[in-house]
């Protein structure tokens, strides 16, 4: 379904055991947009944003960065639920 959105093309059949999508949107995310409809994502590599050193271009791709979780205790329509909602954030 995010195959259009995503910035980051990637191959699921090419990932063995992933613990999330990799998400990257054109635009930069606010996470608690998506927590306050229960989609927990982790802000990764906050780290290298407090440093004065960072490249702007890796800057961006962390703020656009929605690394949406996969859980093997999700089936389908679980999965199928998480991208409606995802799906409803970004079309606001």
Not at 4 to 13: G, H, I, L, R, T
Not at 14 to 32: K, M, S, T
Not at 36 to 60: C, F, K, M, N
Request: net charge negative.
């Amino acid at each position: 379904r995010f195959h259009m959105a995503n910035q980051f093309k990637v191959d699921p059949e090419c990932i063995d055991g992933p613990y999330c999508y990799p998400l990257v949107l054109d635009r930069p995310i606010n996470l608690a947009d998506f927590r306050s409809e229960g989609i927990y994502s982790p802000l990764l590599w906050s780290d290298v944003l407090s440093r004065s050193d960072t490249p702007e271009a890796l800057r961006s791709f962390i703020g656009r960065l929605l690394p949406l979780p996969v859980d093997q205790r999700n089936d389908e329509t679980d999965m199928r639920k998480l991208a409606q909602r995802v799906l409803a954030i970004l079309g606001s």
